[in-house]
């Protein structure tokens, strides 16, 4: 990353508007249609059987089968897996999707099969669902300064290479009413976060972020997030924001989203334990 590109939106790594794939063409011919004088693959099984009737009387074609020759459902990003297609409501589960940086709607099942390790050779992993609020996250002001951020939001996480290789990279990215702008990152200033704060060790990649808030009245708050909040406050920025500086509803949103945030959140594991709770 360049400075010449510092500030300027870019595109995200995980687009708010997952793009739609066109359904697979059917391999089977359609229904009725003789080839050779028979019908292909599964369609053999719908033809009429003899002696039966066009009043339905006598042997017919088996219904159950009819839908693998029907073309399969266009999955719409939240309102259907676009795994299986089938559908699901708000909220629901998320898979990113290594290889090309986007976010894809997920049912429960699906997003099960993606939770391991590796799953799928690397190239989808399920993003988590638990949010946690570091309240002794160390972070400076002049560290902070050094990220030249013009808000008081920014999300980091380790974006890790299209598989195979996976050895990647932190990034730094600010909502900006154009989307997630990238800015840039100095690594020395990542390892010294790293450094300081354990919590970023066992942060996972790609589907897990650092999301820093820095209110113009208030204290810093700093939380390990699912990777698709950080996409969720782009969009709450992208809808409200007026103007220069965005407006008293803009901010009134923003602070909103925060606080819902933090009143779902857990503490880090080591202050569990520092309490005497089970760190788990």
């Known amino acids: 990353m360049s400075d010449s590109s510092r500030g300027q939106p870019t595109n995200a790594p995980f687009p708010l508007d997952a793009t739609l794939s066109s359904p697979a063409p059917t391999p089977f011919a359609p229904v009725g249609t003789p080839v050779r004088g028979q019908l292909d693959g599964l369609g053999r099984f719908l033809a009429p059987r003899r002696g039966s009737t066009p009043s339905g009387?006598?042997?017919?074609?088996?219904?159950?089968l009819k839908r693998f020759l029907e073309p399969r459902k266009?999955?719409?990003?939240g309102e259907r897996c676009e795994f299986c297609a089938e559908d699901i409501r708000e909220p629901h589960?998320?898979?990113v999707n290594v290889e090309n940086r986007s976010l894809m709607c997920a049912c429960r099942g699906c997003w099960m099969?993606?939770?391991?390790?590796?799953?799928?050779?690397?190239r989808y992993r399920a993003v988590p669902e638990d949010t946690t609020l570091d309240?002794?996250?160390?972070?400076?002001?002049g560290q902070w300064d050094s990220l030249q951020?013009?808000?008081g939001m920014a999300f980091f996480f380790h974006q890790t290479?299209?598989?195979?290789?996976?050895?990647?990279h932190p990034v730094a990215f600010y909502p900006s009413p154009a989307g997630a702008t990238e800015s840039l990152l100095p690594l020395d200033i990542w390892d010294e976060l790293v450094a300081a704060n354990p919590t970023l060790d066992r942060m996972l990649p790609d589907v897990q972020a650092l999301l820093v808030h820095r209110p113009r009245n208030g204290a810093r708050r700093c939380f390990i997030v699912p990777i698709d909040a950080c996409y969720a406050?782009?969009?709450?920025?992208r809808r409200y924001w007026k103007g220069f500086d965005g407006g008293e509803e803009a901010w009134r949103e923003i602070g909103a989203f925060f606080d819902q945030l933090a009143d779902r959140s857990r503490p880090p594991v080591r202050t569990v334990i520092a309490a005497g709770g089970p760190g788990r």
Request: avoid cysteine.
């Open 57 to 64: 009387h006598g042997p017919t074609a088996v219904p159950g």
């Open 74 to 77: 266009r999955a719409i990003p």
């Open 93 to 95: 589960s998320h898979v």
């Open 113 to 122: 099969l993606f939770t391991s390790d590796g799953a799928a050779g690397g």
């Open 135 to 141: 309240p002794d996250f160390v972070l400076t002001d």
């Open 149 to 151: 951020i013009p808000v």
């Open 161 to 168: 290479d299209a598989p195979p290789a996976t050895t990647g």
């Open 233 to 237: 406050l782009v969009g709450v920025i």
